[in-house]
């Protein structure tokens, strides 16, 4: 075990394998940086001796403006055509209409702030014993190198409590620090620089109008007229028509930003030299950078109604001023292990390789002898979600809060078929609650534009949302995809609501901030419902993002009435209203309109293939293999299908996935895990994060091939985040469930993680679970009861319960202890779906004292 001593804080902090990702050369791409962030700026790493490089962003720095979308979608206007169309088979044709009429326009970008740089003075010597490296336990990043007999540190690291990022610089031996400091934007139109005393000053403007279709897209597409920013009246390009429109090119529109960078030095002295400061002779250098934007709200104009970023600096660097770097750093570390330590993982003991770089790591990992590297795996997700999202910053986006491009992948978007909610699974299961705050902030926010579209384009109540939204939380489809018309968001985002309430048992929580959204939810898919020829309730237009289906031969549709994942969220929506109102004394004609439309829901079917069925009717897919496989809601993140409950739908559900093989995108791989633990297929599971720890090296590849990167972001490829937070979640799901009616103890546990500990989990119900095992069965679990109650608890053998030892707060003797089952199948006639799915181990039923608690052993 490696200790490093961090100069002049006087902190020892341990280096295990588990928690530090390092490499023995700099970043040559963006994707091989270290991450940095403090939930409001992000910062990748580059650690590069000779030039030095943090590429730079803040969280809500993003293009456009509240008014920048196309609100006259009418969809009640085409409605009854469409529905004629869909209803005699016609599925080419409804949906050329509906893509004609019932799409909007893209939305905004997210935009990369600028970059620091540090340009050294060439060495005289070469560089020797080289080695960068990221602290988990710390969140502290460190750059290491020798020139002759003077050692260089290099030690970043990212304060919530202080909103600043803060860099040392120092020199241990005869040579010091010689170089420039200077910063740079890609926002050239707008930029300025300025070098005064000790501070570097960026200011400039993100674009008004960023557009991320080509001209000539927008043209096929006919949707000149939605774009009036660079079209005229007739359809033609205005003179100086750009993708990218800063300031005055559009009437001033556009996010002012200012980044400020403080230069503070031990020794030798500094100067300024145009717009940079150079640094000569300083045994030590340390530098505090934060940066402001004009962002006044998601409703409001960050031109014309934005808040002044220089202000907010002055006082931001103010209170900077009067702090020590020890006092800095002293208050990052506890602010951040605070959060990072509720949890530890452990699996399988560390080998030779776990102590190989990690990009190393990454590539070898499928040979099997490296079975610890899936914990630091699991800790960098943690990590992941503490820098990017914190109460009062904004929530991740598609890239997290680290993005380099001005036209980054779908925009830097929250893709809210999925991928916006995947980045969310691990925030409660993980002890990490407080990250979820920004989501809850925005899907609140959402909710107010979302209820001016349902009236607006729908003529419905309550409150609707589409595939993709933006900083300006815009509710209407987007353009071009045919997966842009998907009213369904609302319920699937609402469900972490209510997820947090399951958690809690909090019912001020249910009552103040769940009830309102879910009802607004649920008013919108009632007005949504339509009876179809058997008398069932299903949406009357609809798809299975982003599937196809076969019709008619080799035809390729996408709309259909009643596809399952609408019909899982409805579903799921209603239960959850009619029982918030029985939870919450609620009694109305509304509360009894939805349990009527409850029971005549269009049920689950079951396929040709034993698979369940992804759209009403049992169509063929056009992607058997498809990275989507959004029927499966219901199985994950859902728990309406579980092998407790429904063995058949749950047998018909592992069919799906058999069907949709092992290969995928990174992220669809992140959600294969969670599916695979939920069918209790620890091995199989194991096998997708195998697939998904492949190493890229290359950003060139698109969609296909999913992997990870050197810095171990997740490659769709491109880039994109939500696959290491749904491979996190799906790693807890391994260890510990709780979706099903009961806690269940590693249901899901592979060979390879035979031996392990892990500490901190949370489960529905308020509980904490602490647990060690040895050769694949449990052997200690600690339960820390938050909340009371009867609860049932499966375990992998029939093991007992009692009041923990050695703890000043344990419970009451005796706890009632029953046992329920024994692991047997829960029906026992085999159908012609293959066997009906056992839940292994052994369930007690015991009631728990709140704030006590006990042991299994």
Known sequence: MLLSIWAGCGFAVAQKPSHTLWY????????EALPLGNGYMGAMVFGDPQKEHLQLNEGTLYSGDPTGTYKSVNVRK?????????????????????????????????????????????????????????????????????????????TYFASYPDHAIVVKMSASGPGKINGKFYVSTPHTPTARYQ??????????????????????????????YKYPEVYDKTGGRKPGAQNFLYDKQIDGLGMAFETRVRVLHTGGQISQERDAITVRDASEVTLLVSAATSFNGFDKSPASEGLDPKP???????????????????????????????????LAAETEQSKLPTDQRVALFANGKDPAFTALYFHYGRYLMIAGSRPGGQPLNLQGIWNDLMTPPWNGAYTININAQMNYW????????????????????????????????????????????????????????????????????????????????????????????????????????VPNAQGYLVTPVGHSPEQNFLYD?????????????????????????????????????????????????????????????????????????????????????????????????????????ERRGDGATGWSMGWKVNVWARLYEGDHALKLLTNLFKLITTEQAHMSGGGTYPNLFCAHPPFQIDGNFGATAGIAEMLVQSHAGEIHL????????????????????????????????????????????????????????????????VASPNPLLRFVDAGTPLIKD????????????????????????YEIR
């Not at 019932?102 to 905004?108: D, E, F, K, M, T």
């Not at 019912?507 to 419902?529: H, I, M, R, S």
């Not at 085999?830 to 608690?853: A, Y």
Request: hydrophobic share 35%; proline share 4%.
């Open 24 to 31: 023995d050369k700099p970043a040559a791409a963006w994707h």
């Open 426 to 529: 691990p925030a409660e299961l993980t002890n990490l609650s407080e990250c979820q705050e920004p989501f809850f902030q925005a899907i609140k926010e959402l909710a107010v534009n979302g209820r001016e579209t349902a009236r607006n384009v729908y003529g419905n109540d309550g409150w609707v949302a589409h595939h993709n939204t933006d900083i300006w939380r815009h509710a209407e489809p987007i353009d071009n995809c045919n997966c842009s018309f998907w009213p369904m968001a609302a319920g699937w985002l609402t469900s972490h609501f209510w997820e947090r309430y399951l958690f809690t048992g909090d019912k001020t929580f249910l009552k103040n901030e769940v009830f309102p959204l879910l009802k607004g939810a649920v008013q919108f898919y009632q007005g949504w419902l």
């Open 553 to 657: 031969g080799q035809k390729q549709g996408t709309f259909s009435p009643g596809p399952t994942m609408d019909m899982a969220i409805i579903r799921e929506s209603f239960s959850r209203y009619v029982e918030a109102c029985e939870l919450l004394g609620i009694s109305d004609d509304f509360t009894a309109l939805v349990k009527q439309s409850l029971a005549k829901l269009l049920p689950y079917q079951i396929g040709k293939y034993g698979q369940l069925q992804e759209w009403q009717l049992d169509f063929e897919d056009a992607d058997v293999q498809h990275r989507h496989f959004s029927h499966l809601y219901a199985i994950h993140p859902s728990n309406q299908i579980n092998a407790q409950t429904t063995p058949e739908l749950t047998a018909a559900a592992r069919r799906v996935m």
């Open 78 to 154: 085409d409605f009854k055509r469409v529905s004629e169309l869909l209803a005699a088979g016609q599925y080419a044709e409804a949906q050329a209409l509906i893509a004609s009429q019932w799409l909007g326009r893209n939305h905004q970008l997210y935009q990369p702030m600028g970059d620091l740089w540090f340009e050294a003075a060439p060495a005289n010597t070469p560089i020797s014993d080289y080695k960068r490296q990221l602290d988990l336990e710390t969140a502290t990043a460190t750059t290491t190198y020798r020139v002759g007999n003077t050692t260089y540190t290099r």
């Open 830 to 853: 085999k159908t012609k779906l293959g066997e009906t799915p056992t839940v292994p181990g052994f369930t007690m039923e015991v009631k728990l004292e709140k704030g006590k608690v």
């Open 312 to 346: 907010i600096l002055d006082k931001r660097f103010n209170a900077l001023a009067k702090k020590t770097y020890a006092d800095l750093y002293r208050t990052h570390l506890s602010d951040y292990q605070n959060l990072f330590s509720r949890v530890e993982l452990e």
């Open 746 to 809: 590693l249901p899901a546990l592979p060979q390879a993680w035979h031996t392990g500990r892990v500490k901190g989990l949370k489960t529905r119900g308020g509980l904490v679970v602490d647990m060690t095992w040895k050769a694949g069965k449990l052997t200690k679990a600690v339960i820390h009861a938050n909340q009371g109650g009867t609860f049932r608890i499966r375990t992998s053998d029939r093991l007992t319960m009692t009041p923990a030892a050695n703890v000043s707060n």
């Open 195 to 224: 070098a005064q005393g000790q501070t570097l000053t960026m200011q400039g403007k993100v674009p008004g109008l960023a557009l991320r279709r080509s001209f000539e897209q927008v043209e096929k597409l006919g949707d000149q």
